[in-house]
């Protein structure tokens, strides 16, 4: 079965520092993507960065870089810089094969920025 | 221009009534979803559908119905509501999977059963 697992109920964190939110998945299947998502109070969902199981290099987005290690099955977010407008929750997302099917979710991280 | 709508933002009812939220996507995405997420903030997928097609059904209760007319409108019914079904429904979107098959959400509906 496939499985999202983000180990970090809540984060808190200096404005200006980097940060690591953790996310490690379970598949057997050798296909697969991995998404991060953003839901801020107002309670939208806002896709922020992809990594391919096959892609070869780390993916990164602006300020948002993933680090993707295959062989531990981990799909670390690293957010460079942050600012008080990343205070959010963070959620892991693992999509299995190339149907789009589902998305299966992590337990979400909160993260808070302190000034 | 919205990508996904869902309708209405905000849901309250009191328990054993019928209700039903509305989502249409512009995206020409093939697949649409509704997800569940509870107090908690877990998000749980309850229905994926394909070219109207349903193809994900998440052992969900038989009061849940969804209904595709078309690929670019979800829509989903609930029987007989029951306190526990007060959480967010998102409905959500995508193309088949790969770079670019994010899912993009709606908004979300607040559900308030009392």
């Known amino acids: 079965a496939q499985k999202i697992t983000q180990t970090q109920p809540g984060m808190f964190v200096q404005e200006k520092e980097a940060v690591t939110l953790d996310c490690t998945y379970d598949?057997?299947?050798?296909?697969?993507?991995l998404f991060w998502y953003k839901q801020p109070s107002s309670g939208e969902m806002i896709f922020l960065i992809y990594?391919?199981?096959?892609?070869?290099q780390n993916a990164t987005e602006g300020r948002y870089s993933l680090n993707f290690q295959k062989a531990r099955k981990s799909a670390n977010l690293v957010i460079s810089a942050s600012q008080l407008g990343d205070s959010a929750m963070y959620f892991c997302?693992?999509?299995?094969?190339?149907?789009?099917?589902?998305?299966?979710f992590g337990q979400g991280t909160r993260l808070t920025i302190n000034p | 221009d919205t990508a996904v709508s869902q309708t209405p933002k905000y849901l309250v009812t009191q328990m054993g009534n019928d209700k039903s939220i509305k989502c249409e996507q512009n995206?020409?995405?093939?697949?649409m979803y509704w997800y569940k997420q509870d107090s908690k903030k877990f998000l749980k997928i309850m229905f994926s559908?394909?070219?109207?097609?349903?193809?994900i059904n998440e052992t969900v209760p038989n009061r849940f119905s969804p209904k595709s007319p078309d690929k670019a409108h979800l829509n989903l019914h609930i029987n007989s509501l029951e306190l526990g079904d007060s959480a967010v429904y998102f409905c959500?979107?995508?193309?088949?999977?790969?770079?670019?098959?994010?899912?993009?959400f709606g908004q979300g509906t607040r559900l308030t059963v009392v």
């Open positions: 990594q391919g199981s096959y892609d070869q």
């Open positions: 997302a693992m999509r299995i094969g190339q149907g789009a099917q589902k998305l299966v």
């Open positions: 559908y394909n070219n109207k097609e349903l193809i």
């Open positions: 598949t057997s299947d050798p296909s697969y993507g």
């Open positions: 995206l020409g995405h093939d697949t």
């Open positions: 959500a979107s995508s193309r088949a999977g790969g770079r670019g098959s994010e899912a993009f």
